[in-house]
């Protein structure tokens, strides 16, 4: 079942982008209690949000504040408002961090460029992942005039804004990996050490399924919270510690972690963190088979967050309120939070290509401005600045094109993302989560046109499995509970198969499951693995329990050795009317399973003849039937 592993790095913890606070420590002199007190705001900002927006108000309400304190108090107010998920005043607070700098020009370099770092970090935990972005490339340049320290500083925080947008809005794993260690080997360069970026590469790596790695990047990045006493982060650990545990079975030890994990973050507090413990919870209940306890924790995550902006916490919520519906046999409630699931992922494309269009759109029309008032300026000096003109012309082409090229660049990463959704949903049959039919016949054209490279024995393996009695179990208790018993009885085939294996529903209560590479005595096995693993006990109402078994039957691919017959899209066919074949005769005994398996190709006639009679192959040896029950002997 799918654990709620964090897929993406929560918004709150964008703060690991922040310089250290003593970058921003008071270097005029000041009043020492105002030092203090920033001290303390941003030494509270990680772990106590809402007291460090507390204390940067306070700072704010004072009479005669001057600019650079203002900026520090601006900024911590702005992280801890995001970690708080108050995103209208985090916003707020970096617009004013961007007009302060900008108000003040005889600001240092040094200075603004820790200022706008923070105000990127600012818009990128509200969602504003364009405008963050700006921010980023304006202190990249700020950098190159500081001192080789600022400069790594500010490449580590590059690299690991660059591999948050990857992991949080590109779903692309693989590449934000590549990006947190650049930016891990550069803080190791520097001896820096920064917890939350080690945390994230840890999610990161849970993501892209390397368990060991994670649990290396996560003891790394416990011990160093214990160090630092950093209550939110450390708590958080622990819960991808527990999803871990839970995707190993041992779900005892895990429940004591996120249970007691959940207590803490109700005191700091932290919503999307309780949120992303509540989902794994569930997930907890469902492997222990309590999917009642399931959907109320995950309807409690989603609680959390429903009207926040933490959309990578509320796809957690609604991913394991799917698979507790999917559990309880609430087929229609599963299927309307798989619907608000895509509207969802779909929305936040479409605000961010808003976001880009809307900026482009401005851009352009000042740069249109800014020409005409330079037209106008020279005109009385056409020859003299001549050149001059030609060069604000070409340059201000170039600051579009590079416009144009920004958004052509995200715009079809937004589209390779959404279009990886509807694939993925296109290909997906709707009630039980299997492949679908036409997605299955898709592959099977692919490996039927294939060079077939086989060891000697070994042959592709089409199993037809049938539900027995169901259309009693309709008639009787509905359609409703019946999709109930087909997604129960898909769960456990998925469960049953092998990771390479294409298990889909065929249609109706028929799946279909496609192994590559078995011999005879294989299959044989995994027919009888499959029968019963799909023998479930199921409740279509309540208080009334009844035991649901399966029909098989099965047919080698190519049907005789690869070397006996040509490769076409058509092959497999032969194989599929075997194999139901052999499904017919299972089904006269029910919760059995029979096979056909070609033994050569006919001296006398072709294979297609012989698969189109079959008994007479029987007879003469061609073909071998086995079974689950005694053949009678003909």
């Known amino acids: 079942m799918p654990i709620p592993l964090s ?24 009043d020492d209690a105002q030092a203090k007190a920033i001290s303390n705001c941003f030494a509270l900002r990680r772990s106590e949000p809402q007291a460090a927006m507390v204390v940067a108000e306070s700072i704010l309400a004072t009479p005669g504040l001057a600019v650079e304190p203002e900026i520090k108090a601006l900024s911590c107010l702005g992280v801890a408002a995001g970690m708080a998920g108050d995103i209208a005043r985090a916003v707020e607070s970096a617009a004013l961090v961007e007009s302060k700098v900008a108000q003040h020009p005889h600001l240092a370099d040094e200075f603004n460029l820790r200022a706008l770092s923070n105000a990127g970090t600012i818009y990128h935990i509200a969602g504003r992942v364009h405008h963050a972005a700006q921010l980023y490339a304006r202190v990249s340049e700020l950098a190159k005039h500081g001192s080789p320290k600022d400069a790594a500083l500010t490449r580590v925080v590059m690299l690991t804004n660059i591999g948050l947008i990857h992991a949080d809005y590109l779903d692309s794993a693989q590449v934000a990996d590549g990006y947190y260690r650049q ?45 630092l006493d950093n209550r939110l982060l450390g708590q958080r650990i622990r819960a991808e510690r527990a999803a871990l545990l839970i995707v190993s079975g041992d779900t005892a030890r895990a429940r004591q972690l996120l249970e007691a994990g959940l207590a803490i973050q109700q005191r700091l507090p ?47 919520a609604l991913r394991a309120m799917i698979a507790a519906q999917a559990g309880m046999g609430q087929t229609l409630a599963a299927l309307a939070s798989a619907k608000q699931l895509h509207e969802l992922q779909m929305g936040a494309l479409k605000a961010q290509r808003f976001e880009i269009l809307a900026d482009l759109q401005a ?148 799946f279909l499951v496609v192994c590559r590479d078995l011999t005879q005595e294989g299959a044989c096995a995994i027919a009888e693995r499959i029968c019963a693993a799909m023998t479930q006990t199921v409740e279509p109402a ?93």
């Open 7 to 30: 897929q993406h790095v929560l918004q709150a913890l964008l703060i690991i982008l922040l310089l250290p606070t003593a970058s921003l420590e008071v270097r005029a002199a000041t």
């Open 183 to 227: 930016a891990l080997a550069v803080a190791k360069s520097i001896d820096h050490e920064e917890l939350p970026l080690l945390y994230n590469h840890a999610v990161n790596l849970v993501r892209m399924g390397q368990r060991d790695a994670a649990l290396t990047a996560l003891d790394a990045a416990e011990g160093l919270a214990v160090r």
């Open 270 to 316: 932290d919503p999307p963190g309780e949120s992303d413990t509540l989902a794994k919870l569930s997930a907890m209940h469902l492997a222990v088979g309590d999917a009642e306890a399931a959907l109320r924790s995950a309807e409690a995550a989603w609680r959390k967050v429903e009207r926040g902006p933490f959309m990578q916490e509320q796809v957690q």
């Open 363 to 510: 851009k352009m029309q000042d740069a249109a401005s800014r020409l005409e008032v330079e037209r106008l300026r020279h005109e009385g000096e056409m020859q003299s600045l001549s050149l001059a003109k030609a060069n604000v012309l070409r340059n201000s082409s170039f600051a579009i094109l590079a416009l144009l090229l920004f958004a052509a660049v995200f715009f079809l990463l937004m589209q390779r993302r959404r279009n990886k959704l509807l694939r993925e949903i296109s290909a997906t049959d709707a009630l039980t989560g299997l492949t679908n039919r036409r997605t299955a016949t898709h592959h099977l054209n692919e490996m039927a046109g294939a060079a077939i490279q086989m060891a000697q024995g070994m042959r592709h393996v089409l199993f037809i499995i049938d539900i027995d009695h169901f259309k009693k179990v309709n008639d009787t208790y509905g359609h409703f509970a019946g999709d109930g018993v087909l997604v129960q009885i898909a769960r456990a085939l998925q469960a049953a198969s092998r990771p390479g294996d294409i298990v889909a529903r065929w249609g109706g209560e028929e």
């Open 542 to 634: 309540s208080g009334q329990l009844l035991t649901v078994t399966v029909s098989l039957g099965f047919a080698p691919f190519p049907f005789f050795s690869a070397t006996d017959q040509h490769r076409d899209a058509a092959a497999w066919s032969y194989s599929i009317r075997l194999a139901d074949r052999a499904l017919y005769a299972a089904k006269t005994r029910r919760n059995a399973w029979a096979g056909f398996w070609g033994r050569q190709a006919p001296v006398h006639g072709t294979a297609a003849e012989a698969l189109d009679d079959p008994e007479k192959a029987l007879r003469s040896g061609d073909i071998e039937i086995m079974a689950s029950y005694p053949l009678a002997q003909s």
